[in-house]
């Protein structure tokens, strides 16, 4: 296909002779927001005047919602008609194909539907059609009874000419290693490709891709942003399943809690919910998310704004994928304000339980439902790993710049604490890695709950183009916390607590050397490296401008054992497993009903260890723990514990 630069302005002659169908003549969000995908709705191809950005220091979703649009066009949307297919995003899981194909704005004579084609042999067959969608110009193809074993070439049409094509990748499962880049902040201040970054992922062949939210920054114009998006990364999505989830910016917000879908209606959105209409927020998320598996619960939130939390299995890791943003509780007009604004606290004097209030939730009970659910099925799942926007914690000092001091953010989610515990537990239940974005700062630790180090590591990736908004992590003593990483060539690593009181032990940081020169500003990506054969994970952390080095800190190889980092005190008998090479154990403390953990063990003994004297009930089964039970086991020193013998 032949590629054209994407960074030239929108051709400026009208096509006279073309009449818009009704229903495309007018602002498609209503009159409220006339701004709203302007570049890419009406009659996008005819000249328009060009209007300055407004100023809109505070936020507010009305006063920008009635501009005139951005300055000047995003990308070249007028392209030639054999190019209108920009490019596409794929799934599978569990027999279903699900294709997203996002197109370049089409004209009024040509026809809205594409057509999804899999190569099978040396003929192209004909699988799906979808209508072009308006506003938004995005086609979705679902194909039942898709084979995962076997690899085949894709190719999205349009008309006669015009062609994406890919590879949809057989699940790698045999592989003993599973790679996913995680990504996240891809700034609209860089112009233009992102060839660094794509042309080292086509060379280190990632399984899966994990876009973590902030695809684009362009707040009222989606869809332009989404095709800039596209034409980035499409040369590496095109062959390789990809994980994208919209996070604020996506939606138009600087700052997003959603609180179940109400509306905000104040400067910087922080009462909770969307600032923009549900349409808008729907089609931002059909057009990042709907070729992600099937919600495993699809009641929309509150006003029909849809849901698209689930599960995806690749290779035999198995990814739980959040909307940490969706029903968090916004913070106006809930906690006691204790800064400039509802969201930052900058007095080191306040008492953090005085904003951990009762009735807050940070995912909400139906994502905590579908997180309790998920720990303890283990069907075609060897390791696990939870992925959402942000990170579970408040791991940065500086925001916006070196001289701006702030004590914590509660739009990270170490806000509210409860919940936050929460959620930890669940991943830790199932000793699950985690991996986000979001900060703008690449950082690798160890989540604490009750003590430091005990529950699971987490990777935020850095910006993929940090030119909005870095941060640092530089503690205010300029000292290490105690159990600092050995060795470690960064001067402030170990155990510290967030400004929220949360614990975590730093393991590596990527602070900017210089935000305003570009080389220099922390720029890159991450890449987990799940190692199936010795259940451990690689972290590494990738510059954009990298020489071939990693970020100083980085690569990180940790156990996923070491997720759940609670100290045994106690063991239970051993389990002897016949039928099962590796099966699961659940383990319930019997005093209140906790499950302490469900795992896939690694061979058919397993003993397992509990944190408290008591008896406990272990559950066992092939994928779930579903097959054998034993009541009323006592915890005894390891030695004294016996054995017991099950079958399945």
């Known amino acids: 296909m032949k590629r054209r630069s994407f960074l030239k302005s ?89 294709v997203s194909a996002q197109l370049f704005p089409l004209k009024p004579a040509e026809a809205r539907e594409a057509r999804l084609e899999i190569k099978r042999g040396d003929a192209w067959q004909e699988v799906a059609r979808a209508e072009v969608l308006y506003p938004g110009w995005d086609a979705h193809f679902r194909v039942e009874g898709w084979d995962n074993t076997q690899t085949a070439p894709y190719r999205v049409r349009h008309g006669e000419k015009a062609m994406f094509e890919g590879t949809i990748r057989r699940d790698p499962i045999e592989k003993d290693e599973i790679v996913i880049a995680n990504m996240s902040c891809n700034s609209a201040r860089t112009k233009g490709g992102r060839p660094e970054i794509v042309n080292r992922l086509l060379q280190q062949d990632p399984d899966l891709l994990f876009f973590a939210g902030d695809q684009t920054y362009h707040h009222t114009e989606h869809t332009a942003g989404w095709i800039e998006f596209g034409l980035q990364f499409r040369d590496v999505m095109r062959d390789r399943p990809t994980i994208c989830i919209p996070d604020d910016h996506d939606v138009g917000h600087g700052n997003l809690w959603g609180e179940n879908g109400k509306r905000s209606t104040i400067p910087g959105d922080a009462d909770g919910g969307y600032r923009y209409p549900v349409e808008y927020v729907n089609q931002v998320q059909r057009q990042q998310s709907w070729h992600l598996p099937d919600a495993v619960d699809p009641a929309p939130a509150d006003r029909g704004i849809t849901v698209y939390f689930t599960r995806m299995r690749v290779g035999g890791i198995d990814f739980a994928i959040l909307e940490d943003r969706k029903f968090k509780s916004g913070p106006a007009g809930k906690i006691p304000q204790m800064g400039p604004r509802p969201d930052h606290i900058n007095d080191e004097k306040y008492d953090p339980k005085a904003i951990d209030l009762p009735g807050l939730q940070l995912l909400g009970e139906r994502q905590m439902k579908f997180m309790r659910d998920w720990t303890q099925d283990w069907s075609g799942a060897q390791l696990k790993c939870v992925l959402s926007a942000t990170a579970f914690c408040g791991a940065v000092h500086l925001h916006g710049s070196p001289d701006n001091r702030l004590l914590a953010d509660l739009d990270c989610n170490g806000w509210p604490q409860t919940g936050r515990n929460e959620a930890l537990r669940e991943i830790r239940r199932a000793r699950a890695t985690h991996l986000c974005g979001d900060q703008h700062l690449a950082v690798t630790l160890k989540h604490g709950i009750d003590e430091f180090g005990d529950g699971p590591y987490g990777f935020t990736s850095p910006a993929l183009v940090n030119t909005i908004y870095g941060r640092w992590w530089h503690p205010k003593d300029e000292k290490p916390g105690p159990n600092a990483v050995a060795g470690s060539p960064l001067p402030w690593t170990g155990d510290f607590k967030d400004g929220l009181g949360n614990r975590m032990s730093i393991m590596a940081y990527a602070n900017p050397e210089d935000i305003q020169d570009e080389k220099k500003r922390a720029d890159g990506y991450g890449l987990a490296r799940f190692n199936k054969k010795t259940g451990q994970v690689t972290f590494e952390c990738w510059p954009r401008f990298s020489d071939g080095s990693q970020f100083p800190g980085w690569p990180i190889t940790v156990n996923t054992d070491d997720n759940d980092g609670r100290k045994p005190t106690a063991w239970l008998p051993e389990i002897i497993v016949e039928g099962a090479e590796r099966p699961v154990i659940q383990v319930i403390a019997e005093s209140n009903g906790e499950v302490l953990y469900t795992i896939r063990a690694k061979s058919s003994r397993f003993q397992p260890p509990v944190y408290a004297e008591g008896s406990y009930t272990v559950k066992i089964g092939k994928d779930k723990p579903d097959a054998q039970t034993l009541a009323g086991l006592k915890a005894t020193d390891k030695a004294k514990a016996g054995s017991k013998t099950v079958k399945v």
Do not use: M
């Open 10 to 98: 929108v051709p400026t002659v009208a096509v006279a002779s073309q009449i818009l169908p009704a229903q495309d003549a007018k602002p498609p969000f209503g009159a409220e927001f006339p701004s709203l995908d302007s570049q890419t709705t009406g009659t996008w191809w005819a000249p328009r005047a060009v209007a300055a950005p407004k100023a809109n220091p505070g936020g507010k979703g009305k006063a920008k919602g009635k501009g005139k649009g951005n300055a000047g066009p995003i990308v070249d949307l007028n392209v030639p008609r054999d190019q209108v297919v920009c490019f596409a995003i794929y799934t599978h899981e569990r027999g279903v194909l699900k």
